[in-house]
């Protein structure tokens, strides 16, 4: 017998189960499909205006930086500021996300550089999937557009996120995935970042920057 | 099992834990998880309701576990990954040694995982020539050290900074011996340093699993630093290693466990990154590891199911019930001698390693049910260790003392009249012993207590008197 049928028999032994009764058959096929939401928290509820300052207050909260553009093409200028301010060498890495090309970097003094990260740049820029007011989350996807090296390499991590896109709860996010990779299917990679990377392995002492980002700036475009 | 347990001689680790100075300095720390979970539940109205939903899950994913096992592992393998199923901590051993030298693996980087320290991993990578390198920072500290984690999500809490520094100073050669290390921000740059290098040459990445989610076939987990994500995105393979009770039905399902998970463990609303990977990467993908596999452990679980014990596979592992337990914070983990410190693992070990082994550890438990009141998915900690207790005295594992002293209460407490004259004849004479200091600093056959603390004397009468001089006063 392999290990797998061993555990499987194993396990139904202890359940007294077959694995063919109807009953349990229709009852787990019926959770997976209809996904039910629980108990979903209030504080991310509202409009945009009253998620973008749920979600802002919250990601206060984590260390996270958050400031708030015009329209996406205000986005590269908030980016170069952001750098210049916190004084992070001009220069950029990105993926191909559409929306990030559409922007007019060339206007800003930043390099840009494009692709996956070798692990040694000092700024990178991705597009947001969604933002969770909940938690002053941010939702990233694997893929050409945003890769996912991006959101854990650089020193700096700087994330634009859509006014539009900033959803009450966890359970939003999920229904805009569904939507995007069908139902039963997700991305390879679905990052949910809460602030810069910490520790606290160190005498229970808060830092920031342990191996991911030491900083997190958000951009909000209207 | 190949990490030797020292669970049997758990009496003698509990004295040298106590009379350790600098392990009870560093244990104050431990204490700093209970204030911060408090702030967060009372920040979400919803956390009682939330527990509740938790445990609702868990018990039906349980109920349900073979079919939610077949729809997970339909769906990794729909996503381009693998499913190896393990009986044993041997078998789990083994697959990831073979997939790690078919892979051609030198040097794997690890994210945190206890499944991990349950199989004693690390051993046997080492012994396969294959160099294993813990990358959470905790972890990574007590590696150099040569020791096992004293704590489930904190493994350094019983750890200094100065011994950090001395570790450091010891395993880091080639770096300036005149640096200095004297703060933590110094300490975490140069581990930060020396790790990063390593995360970028790895060949095999190797995680732990906080869930898989049934719904798309998703390991979940959840990491502060990022070092997990580190693990699993830039070597050719990833390596999930998981125990069979880890899966999940829907991300919603997810979403619930999760918003009482970082609550309970660090106090934290969310931790920073919680990650969903599935499959390998895609032929889009410019990043990713090539190969995904996912090594599920039975190890004794799926026995556990349907049993007086199987309640204790709803855990989620946040360490809330031992940074709540007044045993854990006077001797902390690693006398707990095994994997699993705390209430968790007082009830899970005799589970896992056998009650002849293990039994000692529902021993060490004052019954006061905080980690039960914490427990995000109310496991019945203390109900569970009062079972082992009856267990280990039904089976005649109990020490000869203790048993003879439980038949000679036994036989007075059988006969009420008998009981109360000899209770009040002994409250009598212990409180004319005790009255001029009202405590006991020494007592015959009571060296155990009084080694580490006083003896309270009794009040002149017993409990049961007082009661009913007061009842008949109020009458």
Not at chain 1, 98 to 107: G, I, Y
Not at chain 2, 23 to 44: D, I, S
């Amino acid at each position: 017998m392999s290990a797998r049928d061993a555990i499987f028999a194993s396990i139904r032994r202890s359940l007294g189960v077959t694995g063919a009764e109807g009953p349990r058959l229709f009852e787990v096929g019926s959770r997976l499909e209809e996904a039910p939401a629980g108990v979903v928290p209030r504080r991310g509820q509202g409009d945009v205006e009253a998620r973008v300052e749920t979600f802002k207050a919250e990601a206060d909260r984590v260390q996270a930086s958050v400031s708030e553009v015009e329209s996406l093409a205000d986005a590269p200028a908030e980016v170069a500021r952001f750098l210049r301010d916190n004084n992070c060498p001009a220069s950029v890495r990105m993926g191909a996300d559409e929306q990030l090309e559409a922007m007019p970097w060339s206007a800003t003094p930043l390099q840009i550089l494009r692709g996956a990260s070798d692990g040694y740049d000092a700024n990178a820029v991705s597009m947001a999937f969604a933002g969770i007011a909940e938690t002053g989350t941010l939702a990233l996807v694997s893929g050409a557009g945003n890769p996912t090296t991006l959101n854990f390499l650089p020193d700096n991590h700087i994330v634009v996120l859509r006014k539009d896109d900033v959803v009450a709860d966890y359970e939003s996010v999920f229904a805009r995935l569904r939507t995007a990779y069908g139902k039963g299917g997700a991305p390879r990679t679905l990052n949910l970042i809460s602030g810069p990377s910490r520790s606290a392995a160190i005498e229970q002492t808060l830092l920031l920057g342990a191996h991911g980002p030491r900083r997190l700036h958000i951009v909000i475009a209207g | 099992m190949s990490e030797v347990a020292t669970t049997p001689k758990f009496k003698s680790n509990v004295h040298d834990a106590l009379t350790d100075a600098r392990l009870q300095g560093a244990l104050v720390h431990a204490r700093n998880f209970t204030f911060r979970r408090v702030a967060a539940a009372e920040r979400l109205p919803e956390f009682e309701a939330l527990r509740d939903s938790a445990r609702a899950i868990k018990d039906h994913t349980l109920l349900h576990l073979d079919l939610y096992l077949e729809a997970y592992e339909r769906k990794v393998r729909e996503s381009g990954g693998h499913v190896h199923y393990t009986q044993d901590a041997e078998e789990a051993r083994t697959i990831i040694v073979d997939l790690c030298r078919s892979l051609g693996a030198k040097t794997v980087t690890k994210g945190k995982s206890m499944i991990s320290e349950e199989i004693g991993l690390n051993q046997a990578l080492e012994a396969a020539g294959i160099d294993a390198v813990e990358t959470d920072l905790g972890e990574y500290i007590i590696q150099l050290r040569g020791e096992t984690p004293s704590h489930i999500i904190a493994p350094a809490i019983h750890v200094t900074k100065q011994d950090i520094e001395q570790d450091f100073r010891r395993a880091h050669r080639d770096l300036p011996p005149n640096r200095d290390l004297s703060e933590p921000e110094q300490l975490l740059a140069e581990a930060r340093g020396i790790l990063r290098a390593k995360f970028l040459s790895a060949d095999v990445g190797i995680t732990g699993a906080n869930f898989l989610v049934a719904e798309t076939g998703a390991s979940v987990i959840v990491t502060n630093e990022g070092n997990g994500d580190l693990t699993q995105i830039l070597p050719r393979a990833h390596i999930v290693v998981a125990s069979l009770e880890k899966v999940v039905p829907t991300m919603e399902d997810t979403a619930q466990l999760l918003r009482v998970l970082a609550r309970s463990a660090t106090g934290q609303d969310a931790s920073v990154y919680t990650t969903f990977s599935t499959g390998p990467r895609r032929p889009d993908d410019p990043d990713g590891p090539s190969e995904y596999h996912v090594v599920l452990l039975d190890n004794g679980r799926s026995s556990m199911l349907g049993g007086e014990f199987e309640n204790m596979l709803r855990c989620i592992r946040c360490g809330a019930c031992m940074n709540h337990c007044p045993v854990y914070q006077a001797v902390g983990g690693h006398a707990y001698g095994w994997v699993y410190p705390g209430p968790m693992g007082a009830v899970l070990t005799p589970s896992l390693i056998g009650v002849a082994e293990g039994g000692q550890l529902p021993n060490a438990s004052t019954f006061c049910g905080r980690c039960e009141a914490v427990c995000p998915v109310r496991i019945p900690l203390p109900n569970m260790m009062r079972h082992w207790r009856e267990r280990e005295f039904e089976r005649r594992l109990s020490p000869t003392p203790l048993r003879y002293g439980l038949g000679f209460w036994a036989f007075f407490a059988r006969r009420p009249t008998l009981y109360r004259l000899a209770t009040n004849l002994a409250a009598r004479v212990l409180h004319r012993a005790g009255r001029r200091k009202g405590r006991f600093s020494s007592a015959p056959f009571a060296s155990g207590w009084t080694q580490y603390r006083d003896l309270a004397a009794p009040e002149r009468t017993t409990f049961q008197s007082q009661w009913r001089a007061k009842s008949g006063a109020t009458k």
